[in-house]
């Protein structure tokens, strides 16, 4: 695609429930990143696939949260009992290859994740 | 710990000044130092990558600064217009094997006509 595509938009859910967040990054990217913004924060590192495999999974706050990408494209951000402290933008970026550090992250519209 | 740290918080200029956002680090190691304009309700979007050895980089009415001793970087704006209104996130990334970024919280600026 032209872009970083996630779905839903907006997503609003109860205290307890279930939630998965998709992100489709861009066509040949075989890097992707999941961040968590709050409000009035910069987004926070959560996790990093290369490929299929979870390279760095150290940002992901606790065994609550949970994201696979068992193709190399996309990427589900699952969420098991949600609480009310996970409510942020979830934001999905792609890079092409991670090339000394210096590859270009693209981001996504993000996803507002509301608990309530 | 890797921090970045932005100021100012948010700053309000009237359309055609320019502005200076500042940006001091502690990361290492360092490979990296990235602007990023956030519009609200959007994902960011870069404007600007310096390595170590790179000083300045311009886009457009974008200038960024990069001072790798005294680890600070600016993003200086020229002739300011309306649609510059967005949050202007520092990002600085570290290289072992894979980039990792340390953001800042971002200068919230507002172009005021």
């Known amino acids: 695609g032209a872009g970083v595509s996630q779905t839903p938009s907006n997503k609003v859910t109860e205290k307890g429930k279930y939630v998965e967040l998709r992100c489709d990054p861009i066509?040949?990217?075989?890097?992707l990143y999941w961040y968590r913004q709050s409000l009035g924060q910069g987004p926070e590192f959560l996790i990093y696939f290369q490929g299929t495999g979870a390279a760095d999974d150290s940002g992901l706050p606790n065994d609550r949260f949970f994201a696979v990408r068992p193709e190399g494209s996309v990427s589900t951000l699952k969420i098991q009992r949600t609480e009310r402290g996970d409510s942020a933008v979830y934001l999905c970026?792609?890079?092409?290859?991670?090339?000394?550090?210096?590859?270009?992250?693209?981001f996504g519209p993000g996803t507002r994740l509301t608990v309530l | 710990k890797n921090q970045v740290e932005q100021s100012p918080q948010s700053l309000i200029i009237l359309e055609g000044k320019n502005c200076t956002l500042q940006?001091?680090?502690?990361?290492?190691?360092?490979?990296?130092l990235r602007w990023y304009k956030q519009d609200t309700g959007r994902g960011p979007v870069s404007l600007t990558i310096?390595?170590?050895?790179?000083n300045t980089k311009s886009n457009g009415r974008y200038t960024a600064t990069l001072d790798a001793d005294t680890k600070q970087s600016s993003l200086h704006i020229t002739a300011s217009q309306l649609s510059d209104s967005a949050s202007y996130i520092c990002?600085?990334?570290?290289?072992?094997?894979?980039?990792?970024?340390?953001f800042g919280k971002g200068t919230m600026l507002l172009v005021s006509p």
């Open positions: 940006c001091n680090y502690t990361v290492s190691p360092f490979s990296n």
């Open positions: 970026a792609s890079s092409l290859r991670t090339s000394g550090g210096k590859d270009t992250q693209y």
């Open positions: 990002v600085v990334g570290s290289f072992s094997g894979y980039s990792t970024l340390t």
């Open positions: 066509s040949g990217h075989t890097a």
């Open positions: 310096m390595t170590f050895s790179e």
